[in-house]
C-alpha cells in the first residue's frame, strides 16, 4: 500500500494510527531518542562509576543521536530556530539540553583525556557542570515530549518520563557492561543487581501505565494497549521488547554462575535492543483521538 491509499485508509478509520514518528523516516525519531537517552544513561552511570571510557561511548551516542535528529527533520537548520521556544516546547528544551550536553560533555572529556584522567581545574569543573545540566534534561525531556502529545491518549500519561528516566538508566548500566566486557573485565555483582533493579522499575512502570491506560475508560488508549499486546504490533513486542531484551538477559544469568566478558557483553546489547523495540512499539502504537464532529443546531 503507497502513501496516499494509507493515508485514505486512516482518514477512513474511527482510530487512525500515528504515522509521523516510528514508520519510514519518522523511524529516525526513535533512533533519535534511544541514542540520546542511552547517552544520557551512560554518561551518568560512568560519572559514578569513574569509567572514563564510558563518557567517552555516551558522547559519541549523544552526537549519533543529535545527526539522527538532524536526518529527520529534513532542514536541519531549522534546528537553531526550534531552540527558540524554550519555554513552551519540550522538543526545544531537548534540543537546548543536547546542545549543553555535546558542548560541555565535549570540552570535560578533552580536558580529561589530556590531562589523562585528572581534571580539576575551573574549566573543567564548568564543563562538567554544564554537561551535567544537559544530561538530566537529555534523560528526562523524551517523555514530556510523548505526554505533551494530547491528541494521541496513550502517550499522554503521567508514568510516560518516569518510564523514560528509566529506560535511560537501564540503557547506561547496559553501556557499561559492555564497556567492561570490551576491556575483559568481570561484570561486579553491584552492576548486575542495579541493572536487575532498575529493570524491575521498568516492568513495573511499564505495566502500570498499560494498565491505566486499559481502565482509563478512554476508547483510543485502549485501542493502543490492543495494538500493542494483541494486535499489529504484537509480534515487536513480545519478540524485540519481551524475549529480546528481558527473557534473554535473564536466562543469560540464571545459566551463569560467574558472568564473563562474553555474558556481559549479551546481557547488555540484549537490554539495549529489548529497550529500542520497547520505544519503537509503544511509538507505533500511538492511536489519535476520534475525530467528532458536532452536529449542526437547527434554526428555529
Known amino acids: 500500500m503507497n502513501r496516499y491509499d494509507q493515508?485514505?485508509?486512516?482518514?477512513?478509520?474511527?482510530?487512525?494510527?500515528?504515522?509521523?514518528?516510528?514508520?519510514?523516516?519518522?523511524?529516525?525519531?526513535?533512533?533519535?531518542?534511544?541514542?540520546?537517552?542511552?547517552?544520557?544513561g551512560t554518561w551518568l552511570m560512568a560519572s559514578i562509576y569513574g569509567v572514563t571510557a564510558g563518557l567517552a561511548v555516551?558522547?559519541?551516542?549523544a552526537a549519533l543521536g543529535a545527526l539522527?535528529?538532524?536526518?529527520?527533520?529534513?532542514?536541519?537548520?531549522?534546528?537553531?530556530?526550534?531552540?527558540?521556544?524554550?519555554?513552551?516546547?519540550?522538543?526545544?528544551?531537548g534540543f537546548v539540553g543536547l546542545a549543553l550536553f555535546l558542548v560541555g560533555g565535549g570540552i570535560y572529556l578533552a580536558i580529561l583525556l589530556v590531562a589523562s584522567?585528572?581534571?580539576?581545574?575551573?574549566?573543567?569543573?564548568?564543563?562538567?557542570?554544564?554537561?551535567?545540566?544537559?544530561?538530566?534534561?537529555?534523560?528526562?525531556?523524551?517523555?514530556?515530549?510523548?505526554?505533551?502529545?494530547?491528541?494521541?491518549?496513550?502517550?499522554?500519561?503521567?508514568l510516560?518520563?518516569?518510564?523514560?528516566?528509566?529506560?535511560?538508566?537501564?540503557?547506561?548500566?547496559?553501556?557499561l557492561l559492555v564497556i567492561g566486557a570490551a576491556a575483559g573485565a568481570a561484570a561486579s555483582d553491584g552492576l548486575l543487581q542495579l541493572w536487575i533493579g532498575v529493570t524491575v522499575v521498568v516492568a513495573l512502570f511499564f505495566a502500570l501505565e498499560i494498565q491505566?491506560?486499559?481502565?482509563?475508560g478512554n476508547v483510543a488508549a485502549r485501542w493502543s494497549v490492543r495494538d500493542l499486546l494483541a494486535g499489529r504490533l504484537a509480534l515487536?513486542?513480545?519478540?524485540?521488547?519481551?524475549?529480546l531484551g528481558l527473557i534473554v538477559p535473564l536466562a543469560l544469568l540464571a545459566a551463569s554462575t560467574a558472568a564473563s566478558p562474553?555474558?556481559?557483553?549479551?546481557?547488555?546489547?540484549?537490554?539495549?535492543?529489548?529497550?529500542?523495540?520497547?520505544?519503537?512499539?509503544?511509538?507505533?502504537?500511538?492511536?489519535?483521538?476520534?475525530?467528532?464532529i458536532p452536529a449542526r443546531r437547527q434554526r428555529a
Open 7 to 40: 493515508l485514505i485508509a486512516d482518514l477512513r478509520s474511527d482510530y487512525r494510527p500515528q504515522r509521523e514518528w516510528g514508520e519510514g523516516r519518522g523511524v529516525l525519531m526513535v533512533v533519535g531518542h534511544f541514542l540520546v537517552g542511552i547517552a544520557g
Open 58 to 61: 555516551a558522547y559519541v551516542l
Open 68 to 93: 539522527a535528529h538532524l536526518a529527520f527533520l529534513g532542514r536541519p537548520e531549522r534546528a537553531l530556530g526550534m531552540m527558540r521556544h524554550f519555554r513552551t516546547s519540550w522538543i526545544s528544551r
Open 117 to 158: 584522567g585528572s581534571a580539576t581545574g575551573l574549566v573543567a569543573r564548568t564543563a562538567q557542570a554544564v554537561a551535567a545540566v544537559g544530561t538530566v534534561v537529555i534523560i528526562g525531556y523524551m517523555g514530556f515530549c510523548y505526554t505533551a502529545s494530547k491528541a494521541i491518549p496513550f502517550w499522554h500519561s503521567p
Open 160 to 175: 510516560h518520563p518516569a518510564l523514560y528516566i528509566a529506560y535511560a538508566l537501564r540503557g547506561g548500566i547496559a553501556a
Open 212 to 216: 491505566g491506560a486499559w481502565s482509563g
Open 236 to 243: 515487536l513486542f513480545y519478540g524485540g521488547t519481551l524475549a
Open 262 to 292: 562474553a555474558v556481559m557483553a549479551l546481557i547488555g546489547l540484549a537490554s539495549a535492543a529489548g529497550d529500542f523495540f520497547m520505544k519503537l512499539a509503544t511509538v507505533r502504537a500511538g492511536v489519535y483521538r476520534p475525530l467528532v
